[in-house]
């Protein structure tokens, strides 16, 4: 009889873990990813505050617990939570918002990698169109990495975290792989 096993973004059954000089890339399999898009003439403000959803304003991450969420269009959010009590979170959204939003499951559609290093802006450089290091903690923002559309959350100098298309999760992990090489 077989048995099914959960696989990373990357193929494998551990979450992926690479250091590069100063810079560690590290997979996150332990995050629940849904989009909320206000349905027309909803306010989401006050199911968001009753559930303790964060929804912040244009370009910014607002960290919560259980929820974090980040701004993606006008009426629209990401919002994650930790997998392991939230692994249903577009339900657990679903009931919190009623008929006043559109939940969208996100958390298979996206690899999500967060980097560390004592500054990050000379790496993001090579990656991007974003002055990271003229954004403030907090800025989240989309760009293209490698001709892919990402999004990337600045949640300090030396932490971001970055969401990619899943289905080029290998190619997005080179290509931050390559830039830390260059930028060492």
């Not at 990495?145 to 289905?167: D, T």
Request: proline share 5%; glycine share 8%.
């Amino acid at each position: 009889m077989a048995s099914l096993q959960a696989m990373t973004a990357l193929g494998a059954r551990e979450a992926a873990m690479v250091t590069v000089g100063s810079v560690t890339i590290a997979e996150r399999v332990d995050v629940a990813l849904a989009s909320v898009a206000a349905r027309r003439g909803h306010d989401l403000q006050p199911a968001a505050n009753a559930a303790g959803v964060p929804l912040p304003g244009p370009a910014r991450y607002q960290s919560g617990t259980p929820y974090s969420g980040f701004w993606v269009a006008p009426d629209m959010w990401f919002v994650e939570a930790p997998f392991a009590t939230h692994e249903l979170i577009a339900d657990h959204l679903k009931a919190a918002f009623g008929a006043a939003a559109s939940i969208t499951e996100q958390t298979d559609a996206w690899v999500v990698f967060d980097l560390a290093a004592p500054d990050l802006a000379p790496l993001m450089e090579r990656l991007c169109n974003v002055d990271f290091a003229g954004v403030s903690d907090g800025h989240a923002t989309r760009t293209v990495i490698e001709h892919l559309g990402c999004y990337l959350v600045r949640q300090s100098r030396g932490n971001l975290r970055l969401y990619g298309p899943r289905s080029s999760a290998q190619s997005l992990l080179h290509a931050l792989e390559a830039a830390a090489l260059s930028a060492c």
